[in-house]
């Protein structure tokens, strides 16, 4: 194979591309099997984000990478690196306030006056990525929790991408990530560093004793988790997938759901037109009929 050097001066061995055809059996699968739109458009894409696996096995071409993707052996070692590169993964702390709103000024003071038998105040974040969504939630819910000192809750974070689940489970972010979070909520939930130069804080114990976090393909046909919820987020997720995907989704999640439940969707996202059990309360806000 040709050696060109690159600008940094090192050597770089890989100048081939991603062909069309190969590009369609990564498409087709990654669709079928994740339910992620993956048009021609997004051929360049996929071609860069693979780059960097293809270096790091010390591949030769696109092709060589695609054998072994395909391969038993590549099925069971590398597909999780594969979808750690190919999911898209952008989140925010308090992303879509409206939602954290909405939970706190109307949904927690209802799930208060319902008589409960202490069950514990159930949330499912679908595609939580690497943990912001949530820790927000787990910030509203502990807020609520100190002004009702009987409130119990459980949280569940679900991603197919188990990059993002570990940098979920470590709770560490740069500080500039936490610029939505309100002052007082930042002060209360979240430890800076004792090393002045160290630019990450920490999300405090208390936002992550109450959360679970797994992987689930919400394309699976039977879902592992068995439990019911009283709110569900699946927001800037349904988004990569088709219409008809979209609907086979929100039907399972919404078995999950307990009669009443909220379920929120991004603002970039709508339930128009399909058949599902929820009545719409709000531009992205749902109750489960
Ligand atoms: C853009 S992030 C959204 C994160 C968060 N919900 C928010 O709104 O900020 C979308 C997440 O959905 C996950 N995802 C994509 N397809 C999925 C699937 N089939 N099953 C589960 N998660 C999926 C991706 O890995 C990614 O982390």
Redesign the pocket.
């Given at each position: 194979m040709e050696k060109t050097v690159n600008t940094s001066g090192s050597f770089d061995c890989f100048k081939a591309e991603l062909s069309e055809s190969d590009f369609q059996v990564f498409s087709r699968f990654i669709y079928s099997e994740?339910?992620?739109k993956m048009p021609p458009i997004k051929r360049i894409m996929l071609q860069g984000r693979l780059l960097k696996r293809i270096r790091e096995l010390n591949m030769g071409s696109y092709s060589e990478y695609k054998e072994y993707f395909f391969s038993k052996e590549g099925q069971d070692k590398e597909l999780l690196q594969f979808?750690n590169v190919v999911?898209?993964?952008?989140?925010?702390f308090f992303?879509?306030p409206v939602h954290f709103n909405f939970l706190n000024d109307t949904v927690l003071p209802a799930f208060r006056s319902q008589s409960t038998n202490g069950q514990p105040f159930k949330v499912w974040?679908?595609?939580?990525?690497?943990g912001?969504?949530p820790y927000t939630i787990s910030v509203v819910l502990n807020e609520f929790e100190r002004l009702n000192p009987n409130f119990k809750f459980d949280i569940l974070g679900?991603?197919?991408?188990t990059q993002?689940l570990e940098k979920a489970a470590k709770g560490v972010y740069q500080a500039n990530k936490l610029v939505t979070v309100p002052m007082e909520l930042k002060k209360r939930y979240f430890l800076k560093s004792k090393d002045p130069h160290n630019q990450t804080v920490r999300v405090h114990p208390l936002l992550q004793k109450n959360i679970r976090l797994t992987y689930?393909?919400?394309?699976d046909n039977l879902y592992s988790i068995k439990e019911t919820f009283d709110v569900v987020?699946?927001?800037?997720?349904l988004?990569?997938?088709d219409r008809q995907t979209q609907e086979r989704?929100i039907n399972k999640l919404c078995l999950q759901l307990k009669p009443g439940g909220y379920f929120f969707i991004?603002h970039s996202e709508s339930l128009s037109g399909m058949n599902v059990p929820l009545e719409h309360i709000k531009p992205t806000i749902f109750k489960k009929l």
């Open positions: 994740y339910g992620i979808l999911t898209t993964n952008k989140t925010d992303r879509e974040s679908a595609g939580c990525s690497s912001e969504e679900s991603d197919i991408s993002m689930l393909n919400l394309m987020f699946c927001r800037n997720v988004i990569y997938f989704v991004g």
